[in-house]
Nanobody
Framework: QVQLVESGGGLVQAGDPLRLSCEVNRHTLDIYGIGWWRQAPGKEREFVAHIMWNNGITYYSDSVKGRFTVSRDNAGNTIYLQMKSLTPDDSAVYYC??????????????????WGQGTQVTVSS
């Protein structure tokens, strides 16, 4: 089983940076990757970024590429999403998800087996 806890959300102004954290507590399962997703009111959950657990290779959606950076701390238990140049369109609940199975497309929510509770990010104009 894997437990994920997001933190770091809040209210910021357009152009400000913000860093989200995803604390990963795994008990028996291997993790293949951690993804960041977001969901705005009335919209479907949207892929944001992904980091491979074993080699740190990252992948971003076009909407955040160049503005967001996903990374892992040295201890390996926390995944960060560093966000800069935020706009009101980035406002959403941000979730991290864990992939514990090989295969599946990282752009599909069904590839993720565990999710955190989410953290709200609100960007004012």
């Amino acid at each position: 089983q894997v437990q994920l806890v997001e933190s770091g959300g809040g209210l910021v102004q357009a152009g400000d940076p913000l860093r989200l954290s995803c604390e990963v507590n795994r008990h028996t399962l291997d993790i293949y990757g951690i993804g960041w997703w977001r969901q705005a009111p009335g919209k479907e959950r949207e892929f944001v970024a992904h980091i491979m657990w074993n080699n740190g290779i990252t992948y971003y959606s076009d909407s955040v590429k160049g503005r967001f950076t996903v990374s892992r701390d040295n201890a390996g238990n926390t995944i960060y999403l560093q966000m800069k140049s935020l706009t009101p369109d980035d406002s959403a609940v941000y979730y991290c998800g864990a992939r514990t199975r090989l295969g599946g497309a990282i752009l599909e929510p069904s590839a993720y087996d565990y999710w955190g509770q989410g953290t709200q990010v609100t960007v004012s104009s």
